[in-house]
């Protein structure tokens, strides 16, 4: 059974940092490629950030460019999003997701990611 959950969330204030990890298990990780996304309060769900199965190519939306940093260690299957100078705008459920083992790389595509883990809030707040 695959099993990808989240873990790090919580209630900080703007400026502060949190690193979110996802560990995954029932899975060949290194066979799926890895993407963060997130929910706000009465709004769809977004992509944040990707990275490729060995970790050489990432990506992200134009809003956390340059404060978010998606990773991974493929020896203890878990994959993590360091979230810098963060925002009220960023509060949110973030998931993880992850695409594989033969797919291609569409990162921001929801439909390609075979599983999803339940989600950890995320609240930026003064």
């Known amino acids: 059974q695959v099993q990808l959950a989240e873990s790090g969330g919580g209630l900080v204030q703007p400026g502060d940092s949190l690193r979110l990890s996802c560990a995954a298990s029932g899975l060949s990780f290194s066979a799926y490629y890895m993407g963060w996304f997130r929910q706000a309060p009465g709004k769809g769900r977004e992509f944040v950030a990707a990275?490729?199965?060995?970790?050489?190519?990432?990506k992200y939306v134009d809003s956390v460019k340059g404060r978010f940093t998606i990773s991974r260690d493929n020896a203890k299957n878990t994959v993590y999003l360091q979230m810098n100078s963060l925002k009220p705008e960023d509060t949110a459920v973030y998931y993880c997701a992850g695409s594989g083992p033969f797919s291609t790389w569409q990162p921001e595509g929801q439909d390609d990611y075979d599983y999803w883990g339940q989600g950890t809030q995320v609240t930026v707040s003064s």
């Open positions: 990275i490729t199965r060995i970790g050489g190519t990432t």
